[in-house]
């Protein structure tokens, strides 16, 4: 499959990450310049040369442009669908169930939610009588964006922490005597069993308020794209903004077969996951999934420690023919530029940097391949990849048994 070039916002196309041939133009990316010429210069954009994976959908193009700005090429494949408030039966249940017997604590735990369930109950004829019953309880907002909705809404909040975490709110629920307790715990896509539990079993009585819900997208072409390539490496980063997506991205890779290659990449790090909070990495972390999170759970500021992050995982770069080389998703940093490498090339060299020194085979390097391939590619893998990236020396054949990085453990250079 011909590779095509990424468009101008530099959001890539997932089939243009399968292909090995040049592209009909130039990628914005290159700015022109071709794969395996110099790029940029990296410094004031962190994140250029990667590839950083966006699983949201309701902000996908705000988190891409922040990213962007920054130097990363970007890859969306949405994992969620949020459905309808107004068709939503169990949501409309709990409601009613309220009005009737009114609350003595309310947790708001997301803005967006908290604005949704009270435009869900006008619709529904029960706005102002919700409302009501709101008023009258004590109401804990989980951080500053549903304190926002709350006070948008006329309610005052009792009561919010600064860590912004659930764990807090639970913490000064228990605080109190919450025996005969009636408390409304307002759900984010996903039950709160460690939460709800904890509740239930200090003798309040509670009622879990599902305010949206959330799906598989009808369309999961660009997800499985996505997980794939992740699962191969194939990108340097996954981003998350909820827990239902990482559990939707999961889920994905299990039908696709894909669940142990990729945790196995998440857990390495070789694909780094980025979760704007600790509610959202909580489903990766079970797992044993390392994650990045920002103090503050931000879409910037998770940019920003993302772009601090990917650059200090490869701070420590190979050192091969007197330059310094770093493998990334889709190209090469080469001492201070980022290169672009076609995938099949790429293959070939993030082979031999996983083992450098070592002397790696032609069969060895055909089952790296992406698809199928044999000893007659590798050697065109290894042509290509000399001349694409400017230094020969950088690949030795080691005559009668395969090829080897020029790695120099020293790194006197």
Do not use: N
Not at 45 to 62: F, M
């Amino acid at each position: 499959m011909t590779a095509e070039p990424a468009p101008p916002s530099q959001r890539v196309a997932p089939d243009a990450l399968t292909g090995d041939e040049p592209s009909a133009g130039p990628s914005a990316v290159t700015a022109g310049a071709g794969a395996g010429r110099p790029v940029a210069e990296v410094g004031s954009r962190p994140l250029e040369g990667y590839l950083v994976g966006i699983t949201a959908d309701r902000r996908k193009d705000e988190l891409a442009t922040l990213l962007e700005r920054r130097g990363a090429r970007t890859l969306v494949g949405t994992a969620i669908r949020l459905l309808p408030l107004s068709d939503d039966r169990e949501l409309l249940a709990a409601s009613q169930a309220l009005v009737a017997h009114a609350p003595t604590h309310v947790v708001v735990t997301t803005g967006i939610g908290f604005r949704g369930w009270l435009e869900a109950a006008d619709g529904w004829g029960i706005g102002d009588d919700l409302r009501g019953t709101l008023a009258s309880a004590r109401i804990l907002a989980r951080g500053p964006k549903a304190t926002g909705a709350i006070r948008a809404a006329g309610l005052r909040e009792a009561w919010s922490p600064s860590s912004e975490s659930s764990s807090e709110v639970l913490a000064h629920l228990l605080a109190t005597d919450l025996t005969g307790a009636r408390v409304a715990v307002q759900l984010h896509g996903e039950p709160l069993p460690f939460l709800v539990e904890a509740l239930d079993g200090a003798g309040a009585d509670v009622v879990e308020v599902p305010v949206y819900r959330w799906e598989t997208p009808p369309d999961t072409g660009a997800l499985d794209k996505l997980v794939e390539l992740a699962a191969a490496g194939g990108v340097d980063a996954l981003t998350f903004t909820s827990a239902p997506a990482a559990v939707s991205v999961l889920r994905r890779a299990e039908v696709l077969e894909a669940h142990d290659a990729l945790l196995a990449q998440l857990r390495s790090r070789r694909v780094l996951a980025c979760c704007v909070g600790p509610v959202t990495a909580a489903p990766l972390e079970e797992l044993g999934v390392p994650t990045v999170q920002p103090e503050r759970a931000r879409l910037g500021s998770m940019v920003r420690e993302l772009a601090d992050a990917l650059p200090a995982r490869d701070a420590r770069p190979l050192h091969v023919a007197g330059h310094r080389l770093t493998v990334l998703a889709t190209g090469v940093r080469l001492d201070d530029a980022f290169r672009e490498v076609r995938p099949t090339q790429l293959a070939v060299l993030r082979a031999l940097a996983q083992r450098p020194g070592h002397v790696l085979t032609r069969t060895e390097l055909a089952a790296a391949l992406p698809g199928t391939g044999d000893e007659h590619a590798v050697e065109m893998a290894v042509a290509r990849l000399r001349s694409c990236l400017g230094v020969p020396t950088l690949v030795q054949t080691v005559v009668k048994r395969g090829y080897r990085l020029a790695y120099d453990p020293s790194g006197a250079y």
